[in-house]
């Protein structure tokens, strides 16, 4: 937490970010980047993707690349690698100005999709002064994933383990494909004793990658919670959807 206490801020933005968009802008809008993720493969080697300078001064940037995994919670979990390859690694630009970025892969697909990120970190500028006590500045650093597909993909998951214990709903998601997907929507629903509806709910989706699970956890509200007879859950992704149901076990809401 000390470097959070120095006049200048870096603000690492490990953005996960979702298809849906030609490209994205950083937090402090100072620059953008035309693609929100890559894709390789054993017939696409390599693609370009471009940093464009939309504020009104000159601008650095350090690249880095990792192997992506996640957490059960979904948290990054990067480590180092020589599996990506990328020029230039420092550049600069104008105001105005863009610049192409050459990634590709040096090692070929495997029977599971492997899942990188590529950061774009801004870096302060070369003759920046000490900053003022107190001084704040905020630079962004944005990570693109990038994915390198097997010949033969394969979507596939589950939802697992759903309960009601003390009040709280918990389930698992499960990814038993070869490739990653998003899961765009997470609803929960639960109906009482006549079919009506008691709770409603919507969670957080986000990626999983191949293989991977990721476990969610909601609460319902105390003075409804009793009137529960069955729990729904529906995840939705762009290719397909996983439904599963519970009937409340006894007790479950003390």
Not at 136 to 156: C, D, N
Request: hydrophobic share 40%.
């Amino acid at each position: 937490m000390s470097r959070i206490a120095t006049a200048t801020r870096l603000a690492l933005l490990a953005l996960l970010l979702v298809p849906g968009t030609g490209g994205l802008a950083s937090a402090a809008t100072t620059f953008t980047v035309s693609r929100v993720q890559v894709f390789l493969s054993a017939h696409v080697k390599s693609e370009m993707l471009t940093v464009g300078n939309v504020s009104a001064e000159a601008l650095r940037f350090q690249l880095s690349v990792f192997g992506w995994d996640q957490d059960p919670q979904g948290e990054l979990v990067l480590t180092p690698t020589r599996d990506i390859v990328f020029f230039p690694p420092l550049f600069s630009l104008a105001p105005g100005e863009q610049r192409n970025i050459r990634i590709g892969t040096a090692t070929p697909p495997g029977a599971t999709e492997k899942t990188y990120r590529i950061f774009i970190e801004e870096l302060p500028p070369s003759d920046a002064p000490g900053g003022a006590p107190g001084q704040v500045t905020i630079r962004t650093r944005l990570g693109v994933p990038i994915f390198l597909k097997p010949g033969k993909e394969v979507m596939s998951g589950r939802i697992e383990g759903l309960a009601l214990r003390q009040g709280r709903v918990s389930f698992e998601l499960r990814n038993t494909g070869n490739v990653h997907f998003v899961a765009q929507a997470v609803k929960i629903t639960a109906h009482g004793q006549a079919g009506e509806l008691v709770v409603e709910g919507a969670l957080e989706g986000w990626y999983v990658l191949a293989g991977g699970t990721r476990v969610y956890d909601l609460e319902l509200p105390r003075d409804r919670c009793p009137a529960v007879r069955t729990i729904s859950v529906e995840i939705r992704t762009a290719q397909t959807s996983f439904t599963e149901r519970l009937t409340a076990p006894s007790g479950a809401c003390q």
